[in-house]
């Protein structure tokens, strides 16, 4: 296809869904995974040992700083 992606970001990673298909298309590019909830950090994780260049981080991304209020639904998707 030509594209040459360096880095990809997977915000709201969840299970990595996301993550793991886009590298399965770009598998040179490192991947970036932000994700709050620690339910689904050992599906992160694993991604990262399969993939050396994957990073997750347990993290909520906002455009401001400071302390917010995080609604999960019950079954962690679409929170």
Same mark, same amino acid.
């Given at each position: 296809?030509?594209?040459?992606?360096?880095?990809? #970001?997977?915000?709201? &990673?969840? !299970?990595?869904?996301?993550?793991?298909?886009?590298?399965?298309?770009?598998?040179?590019? +490192? @991947?970036?995974?932000?994700?709050? #909830?620690?339910?689904? &950090?050992? !599906?992160?994780?694993?991604?990262?040992?399969?993939?050396?260049?994957?990073?997750?981080? +347990? @993290?909520?991304?906002?455009?401001?700083?400071?302390?917010?209020?995080?609604?999960?639904?019950?079954?962690?998707?679409?929170?």
């Amino acid at each position: 296809n030509g594209l040459q992606v360096g880095t990809l #970001l997977d915000v709201g &990673a969840g !299970r990595g869904d996301f993550a793991r298909e886009a590298l399965g298309f770009f598998p040179t590019a +490192q @991947a970036l995974m932000v994700e709050p #909830l620690s339910e689904f &950090a050992s !599906r992160l994780e694993e991604t990262c040992r399969q993939h050396p260049k994957a990073q997750v981080v +347990q @993290a909520v991304a906002s455009a401001t700083p400071g302390t917010r209020t995080l609604h999960v639904h019950p079954d962690l998707f679409g929170s």
